[in-house]
């Protein structure tokens, strides 16, 4: 199963963001395990260091990107898919490349705290707790 990460899902655990923290490492533990397919778009990396860097230092953030590079499989970001995101009906640019990467790649199902950002989306988009309450990983 192919499931694309959106970045506040990751930040949730890399930052332990309470409450979020628990189901969204949950989810991350099955790419971990490649019980699914994780993916996130190469947009997701400079975003993380963008944030972490702010409460952080900089080694503090690279080690994140680092963490998030070895379980996650990254999604090219070209111009087809830029077009395809400035053409788009999305109200924020960077969610439509998100989600024009993720669309892309054939993606079951998106996987955000979010799910306003992609209303226009045509692949299911779940929050972590549906996610974990739609599909068993036995």
């Given at each position: 199963?192919?499931?694309?990460?959106?970045?506040?899902?990751l930040l949730?655990v890399?930052q332990?963001?309470?409450?979020?923290?628990?189901?969204?490492r949950?989810?991350w533990?099955?790419?971990e395990?490649?019980?699914?397919?994780?993916?996130?778009?190469?947009?997701?990396?400079?975003?993380?260091?963008?944030?972490?860097?702010?409460i952080?230092?900089?080694?503090?953030?690279?080690?994140?990107?680092?963490?998030?590079?070895?379980?996650?499989g990254?999604?090219?970001?070209?111009?087809?898919?830029?077009?395809?995101?400035?053409?788009?009906?999305?109200?924020?640019f960077?969610?439509?490349?998100?989600?024009?990467?993720a669309s892309?790649a054939?993606?079951?199902?998106?996987?955000?705290?979010?799910a306003?950002?992609f209303a226009?989306?045509?692949?299911?988009v779940?929050s972590?707790?549906?996610f974990?309450?739609?599909?068993?990983f036995?």
């Amino acid at each position: 199963m192919k499931v694309y990460f959106d970045t506040n899902v990751l930040l949730d655990v890399l930052q332990a963001r309470q409450p979020f923290v628990v189901e969204s490492r949950r989810v991350w533990g099955l790419a971990e395990q490649r019980r699914i397919d994780g993916l996130i778009s190469v947009l997701t990396l400079p975003n993380i260091y963008y944030v972490a860097r702010r409460i952080s230092d900089r080694s503090a953030a690279l080690a994140m990107v680092r963490q998030v590079r070895v379980t996650f499989g990254i999604l090219a970001c070209d111009e087809g898919t830029v077009d395809r995101a400035l053409a788009s009906d999305f109200p924020d640019f960077e969610d439509a490349i998100q989600y024009f990467c993720a669309s892309k790649a054939r993606v079951d199902c998106i996987l955000t705290r979010d799910a306003g950002h992609f209303a226009v989306a045509a692949v299911p988009v779940l929050s972590p707790e549906q996610f974990l309450a739609t599909y068993t990983f036995g």
